[in-house]
């Protein structure tokens, strides 16, 4: 049997390989399902995020998602000239744009997220009830050690204690 650092390698090689499948899934999708402009990884998270977020920043976007303010910003250019992102102004901070989904935006991410749980069931399809356990299992324990870790990133920036 592997030891912990060898099963840990390979749970990376392959968490690498399914993100990069599923990106490639997903962008495929939004393409199909009509988007007026090329669709990558970016817009997708970043549209997941801001529907996400309702009334969130492009910096706390930028934040959210790794991306560069500056990639954050052309994206949203894009998506609030297509009609699927809208820039409102901050009450309390003129400065500030707050962006959120617009009912068109809601209407396609429903689409997109509609026929991507479609494609995912047919992979999934050919799948044993065991292996599914087993796949499911395995994926909210790792949603679990993510949590945990994003729960202790935000203590240290607050100085908070990990909410459990």
């Given at each position: 049997?592997p030891?912990?650092a060898?099963?840990?390698?390979?749970?990376?090689?392959?968490?690498?390989?399914?993100?990069?499948?599923?990106?490639?899934?997903?962008?495929?999708?939004?393409?199909?399902?009509?988007?007026?402009?090329?669709?990558?990884?970016?817009?997708?998270?970043?549209?997941?995020?801001?529907?996400?977020?309702?009334?969130?920043?492009?910096?706390q976007?930028?934040r959210?998602?790794?991306?560069?303010?500056?990639?954050v910003?052309?994206?949203?250019?894009?998506?609030?000239?297509?009609?699927?992102?809208?820039?409102?102004?901050?009450?309390?901070?003129?400065?500030?744009?707050?962006?959120?989904?617009?009912?068109?935006?809601?209407?396609?991410a429903?689409?997109?997220?509609?026929?991507?749980?479609?494609?995912?069931?047919?992979?999934?399809?050919?799948?044993?009830?065991?292996?599914?356990?087993?796949?499911?299992?395995?994926?909210?324990?790792?949603?679990?050690a993510?949590?945990?870790?994003?729960?202790?990133?935000?203590?240290?920036?607050?100085?908070?204690?990990?909410?459990?």
């Open positions: 049997m030891g912990r060898e099963m840990q390698e390979q749970v990376v090689g392959l968490l690498r390989v399914v993100a990069r499948s599923l990106r490639r899934q997903h962008v495929g999708l939004a393409a199909g399902q009509g988007f007026p402009f090329p669709v990558n990884g970016a817009h997708l998270a970043l549209l997941q995020e801001v529907s996400g977020h309702p009334g969130v920043t492009i910096s976007l930028a959210l998602t790794g991306l560069p303010k500056s990639r910003s052309v994206v949203m250019a894009r998506l609030v000239a297509e009609r699927i992102v809208r820039k409102d102004p901050d009450e309390h901070d003129s400065r500030l744009v707050l962006l959120s989904i617009t009912p068109e935006g809601q209407r396609r429903a689409e997109w997220s509609a026929a991507s749980q479609r494609v995912i069931g047919q992979l999934l399809e050919p799948l044993r009830d065991d292996e599914l356990a087993v796949i499911a299992k395995g994926l909210t324990a790792l949603q679990r993510f949590r945990q870790t994003e729960g202790q990133d935000l203590a240290e920036r607050t100085g908070d204690a990990p909410s459990c």
